[in-house]
């Protein structure tokens, strides 16, 4: 059974800063990894989907690494800013045959103080 | 986001009673799934679709019931409500172009309270 682990559990930054958040996962035979933002009282927006075949995705101050061997993917912000603030989700994607689900990871939340 | 609406989004119920939470999309994606998210156990799978008809077991099961009828609408039903099953319930859909870029979008959620 797969199992997401995100660390740290919560994060408290200045703004401006740069930061990592940690995914890790326990069976590395994954289809993909998808990061998620959550804010309070809302759904997920997905941020960034990595493919298991890639390393790495991008999106303007947002980078994804994907180690498959090793089980483990990184969230990169830079240059933090309030508006970040929110719980970040991490989630693997199993492929078995037809069928697609996604394990999560209990989510990292992040303040990014003025 | 997909197109994508679950009704009601605010519900309060009593034990005992059997309740149904909608999910609708508009764009006749095929994977459609239903989780729960409580706090310190983050985002949980109910059930899954892959077609209509074809639903499948997730990992928290027990208690729920789900069909699909049709591409458009997966219903999620408790039987007989009971207080743990107080949660916040998400509908999810997979768009799964070629290549593999598997995203997966969020309905807005539904605060079920059973009292």
């Known amino acids: 059974k797969q199992e997401v682990t995100q660390i740290p559990a919560a994060l408290s930054v200045p703004e401006g800063e740069n930061l990592v958040l940690n995914c890790s996962f326990t069976?590395?035979?994954?289809?993909?990894l998808q990061w998620f933002r959550q804010d309070p009282g809302k759904g997920l927006t997905s941020l960034l989907l990595?493919?298991?075949?890639?390393r790495e995705q991008t999106s303007g101050r947002l980078n994804a690494s994907l180690d498959k061997s090793s089980g483990r993917s990184t969230l990169y912000i830079a240059a933090s800013q309030p508006g970040d603030s929110a719980t970040y989700l991490c989630?693997?994607?199993?492929?078995?045959?037809?069928?697609?689900?996604?394990?999560f990871g209990k989510g990292t939340l992040l303040t990014v103080n003025p | 986001d997909a197109g994508i609406t679950q009704s009601p989004r605010h519900k309060v119920t009593e034990t005992g009673t059997p309740v149904t939470l909608r999910c609708h999309q508009t764009?006749?994606?095929?994977?459609m799934y239903w989780y729960r998210q409580d706090p310190g156990h983050g985002l949980r799978l109910i059930h899954y679709?892959?077609?209509?008809?074809?639903?499948d077991k997730g990992e928290v099961s027990d208690g729920y019931s789900v069909s699909r009828s049709k591409t458009e609408d997966f219903l999620l039903t408790l039987e007989s409500a009971t207080s743990s099953q107080t949660s916040v319930y998400f509908c999810?859909?997979?768009?799964?172009?070629?290549?593999?870029?598997?995203?997966?979008?969020f309905g807005p959620g539904t605060r079920l309270t059973v009292l």
């Open positions: 069976d590395s035979a994954i289809y993909n």
């Open positions: 999810a859909i997979t768009s799964r172009p070629s290549g593999g870029a598997d995203t997966q979008y």
């Open positions: 989630a693997v994607g199993e492929d078995r045959g037809s069928n697609y689900k996604l394990t």
């Open positions: 679709s892959y077609g209509v008809k074809d639903t």
């Open positions: 990595i493919q298991s075949s890639q």
């Open positions: 764009e006749n994606h095929r994977y």
